[in-house]
């Protein structure tokens, strides 16, 4: 993993941190010297999590989160501040998908769970980090898990794709909001990556979706990391309200 000296001491909130894409992340901003807030709706994977950070020497802490709540999402970045005195980033990545349907036949309930945790989550959490951000007084980043599926579209996921594109638009709107206090806000939008989730779907095969990828194979969950992790120092101290894509060339093609 390449090395980002300046996240070192760094205090970055992680929701979604207990699997997949986010707990990568966490790992990696732990090896990193980050000081790890992480939040998650499974407390057990969550508490796993915080606690291999701390066993390899990192800081973390775990609260218990659902992102659907404002509520919960202030308290976490609440948590953040009273240990730590305040927050630098966010990595604001908790989501999840139901079943493939055509509109006409997806589930109210499919269609409201995933656009209060994709979507609403992440204008929750951009709410109360950038009000964190501001009341420190100090510069910060913020990065937010869109999808390929928030550039373009996929058949019979119309509500995620809904979700994911509204990601995006409020990445940009919001990285507008706040560029002139130095707050930075961007969004990757991962391919298919190897993770719990992606198993899910495919049922392990990892060749299913790798043939719709220039590259010829899905990603991995650390070459999302490392992205994220730039985009969170300062290393990319001139990007802002920009989407990063991480597909293995899929929306070129």
């Not at 493939?100 to 499919?110: A, K, L, S, V, W």
Request: aromatic share 6%.
């Amino acid at each position: 993993m390449q090395s980002y000296p300046d996240l070192e001491g760094k205090v970055i909130v992680v929701t979604g941190g207990g699997s997949g894409m986010g707990r990568d992340v966490c790992l990696a901003l732990g090896q990193a010297g980050a000081r790890v807030v992480l939040g998650n709706r499974n407390q057990l994977d969550g508490q796993a999590v915080a606690d291999q950070i701390r066993a390899q020497g990192g800081v973390a802490l775990f609260q218990q989160t659902d992102v659907a709540r404002s509520t919960e999402c202030a308290a976490l970045v609440a948590r953040a501040v009273s240990h730590f005195g305040r927050i630098d980033g966010a990595f604001n990545n908790a989501g999840l998908q139901r079943a493939f349907n055509d509109m006409h036949e997806t589930p109210d309930e499919d269609v409201s769970d995933v656009i209060d945790v994709n979507l609403k989550g992440v204008l929750y959490m951009m709410k109360h980090a950038a009000r964190a951000m501001l009341e420190g007084g100090a510069a910060g980043s913020i990065v937010n898990n869109s999808s390929i599926f928030g550039l373009k579209a996929m058949p019979r996921l119309a509500y995620y794709v809904a979700a994911k594109h509204g990601v995006v638009g409020a990445t940009r709107a919001a990285a507008l909001d706040y560029a002139a206090h130095g707050i930075r806000i961007n969004a990757i939008c991962p391919g298919p990556i190897k993770t719990p989730s992606l198993d899910r779907v495919t049922g392990g095969d990892d060749l299913m979706y790798a043939g719709g990828v220039p590259m010829a194979r899905i990603g991995t969950p650390r070459e999302v990391s490392n992205a994220v992790l730039w985009l969170l120092s300062a290393q990319s101290s001139y990007v802002t309200g920009t989407t990063l894509s991480i597909d293995g060339g899929m929306c070129a093609a």
